[in-house]
């Protein structure tokens, strides 16, 4: 039977968000488990919807600085990746615990769309100031899944 996990995002010291999770593969440094959307209702984006019956599937690593969603509808049909800039996942006692840094980037599905997020609210969190290298840390994420998003095959090589 597959484990039960909870997934808890946190962001400037305060719980954003917690929800189930089933625990799909843990390769020791990347934990991979699958999710419904856990928000109420919808959240448009303008360039994409996260609705009820979304299906998220979602890696997070031990060693990286970022989490990597993979969203579907109900029915399968993939809408593209969105990628988190975190400090590093601690799994423990059932949880994994990911702080979230601000900086976001979306792909389509077709790798055509390739969408830098949030870099506004990242410089006005004060990060920069206050912990220098975890800043210094995310920006060299959010570079790396934008290099990635961009080259062949994508990210679909970061999930193999």
């Given at each position: ?46 360039f ?28 399968g ?58 800043a ?25």
């Open positions: 039977m597959a484990e039960q996990l909870t997934v808890v995002l946190t962001k400037a010291g305060r719980t954003k968000i917690r929800y189930p999770a089933t625990q799909v593969a843990d390769d020791g440094d990347r934990i991979s488990v699958r999710a419904p959307w856990a928000a109420e209702g919808v959240r448009d984006f303008g994409v919807r996260f609705e009820p019956g979304d299906v998220f599937t979602e890696h997070f690593w031990r060693t990286r600085w970022y989490a990597v969603k993979e969203v579907r509808t109900g029915d049909v993939l809408k593209g990746w969105y990628c988190d800039v975190t400090r590093p996942a601690l799994v423990r006692s059932g949880e994994i615990l990911v702080e979230d840094l601000d900086l976001d980037l979306w792909v389509s599905a077709d790798g055509t769309s390739v969408l830098r997020l949030d870099e506004d609210e990242f410089a006005e969190s004060g990060l920069a100031t206050s912990d220098p290298e975890a210094a840390q995310a920006v060299r994420a959010l570079d790396a899944l934008d290099d990635q998003a961009h080259s062949e095959p994508g990210l679909a090589a970061l999930l193999r």
